[in-house]
């Protein structure tokens, strides 16, 4: 699911499900996915959005608990899914990708999707405030100054996926039943 995701990204995520685990929460919401986004230092959305210095306090502005001084687990084989809302924030992070031509979706995509509808975290980025088209053009401009990574060589859509997986175990098979013919030849002879 995160194959496009760069590095900055994939770790706000991770500070999400982090944020989820140690308030004991259910599911990963957009709130978490904003804590994500505070706790990511020198990411795009921080250049953009200044969520740092804006969001001293995040948990306060989302109506959150601090975390407890206790530390529960760090997380259990399958940590707190994503929420509908968290779902739905990064698909339209991958939209927000596709309309910039941008392979790799970075934070700012997932600041920007966070923009695109009301949700939990609506509240503390209406109070920076942060709107979706200016965010967009400091996200462009923010690009053209820093270019994203290079695009991977071989690039599949991700609807080729299951196929190329499919097709590895396919291939897999097929020599294993070659080298089994080939034993049984030998073996006969």
């Known amino acids: 699911m995160f194959e496009r995701y760069n590095e900055q990204a994939r770790r706000v995520v991770f500070f999400a499900r982090y944020e989820a685990t140690q308030r004991g929460s259910e599911k990963i919401t957009t709130a978490h996915l904003l804590l994500g986004l505070t706790r990511e230092k020198d990411s795009r959305a921080d250049a953009i959005g200044s969520l740092r210095s804006k969001i001293p306090d995040p948990c306060e502005l989302l109506g959150i608990a601090h975390r407890p001084v206790?530390?529960?687990?760090?997380f259990k084989k399958a940590g707190p899914p994503l929420d509908n809302d968290s779902k739905k924030t990064l698909a339209y992070a991958a939209?927000?990708?596709d309309r910039d031509k941008e392979y790799w979706i970075d934070t700012d995509h997932i600041l920007r999707a966070l923009?695109?509808?009301?949700n939990e975290a609506s509240p503390a980025l209406d109070s920076i405030p942060l709107d979706l088209?200016?965010?967009r053009a400091r996200s462009k401009s923010h690009r053209i100054e820093f270019p994203s990574q290079k695009v991977p060589i071989l690039?599949?859509?991700?609807?080729?996926?299951p196929i190329k997986k499919a097709l590895i175990k396919?291939?897999?098979f097929a020599i294993v039943c070659l080298i089994a013919a080939l034993l049984i030849r030998w073996l006969n002879y």
């Open 133 to 135: 088209n200016s965010t």
């Open 155 to 161: 690039r599949f859509p991700l609807w080729f996926e």
């Open 70 to 74: 206790t530390q529960v687990p760090l």
């Open 95 to 97: 939209q927000e990708a």
């Open 115 to 118: 923009l695109c509808f009301p």
């Open 170 to 172: 396919l291939v897999i």
